[in-house]
């Protein structure tokens, strides 16, 4: 199994910034696309950004010019850089891996997502 573990969350006023870390762990082989998806209360699920193994990345329209992905395919971690936050980007964020793991006969896929880490943005 594949598991994401999320840090970096927290409350910041309006203009400021967080940065959000995920790390994956376990029977990985290899991992294609990170992303992070974002959930505010009453809302559905939303792609905030994602960055394949090559480094292409791809936002929403509402972070572009503020959030940066990035990730570091050695220790399997991505992170996700925001600036110059707004109110409406509270929400919970989660992280989300896909890839290849390693399994009995071989490899299979896994598409495994983080537990979530709030991030609050006060006006």
């Known amino acids: 199994q594949v598991q994401l573990v999320e840090s970096g969350g927290g409350l910041v006023q309006a203009g400021g910034s967080l940065r959000l870390s995920c790390a994956a762990s376990g029977s990985i082989f290899r991992i294609n696309a990170m992303g992070w998806y974002r959930q505010a209360p009453g809302k559905q699920r939303e792609l905030v950004a994602a960055?394949?193994?090559?480094?292409?990345?791809n936002y929403a329209d509402s972070v572009k010019g503020r959030f940066t992905i990035s990730r570091d395919n050695g220790k399997n971690t991505v992170y996700l850089q925001m600036n110059s936050l707004k109110p409406e980007d509270t929400a919970v964020y989660y992280c989300n891996a896909a890839g290849l793991r390693r399994a009995i006969y071989g490899t299979t896929t896994f598409d495994s997502w983080g537990q979530g880490t709030q991030v609050t943005v006060s006006s």
């Open positions: 960055i394949t193994s090559g480094g292409n990345t």
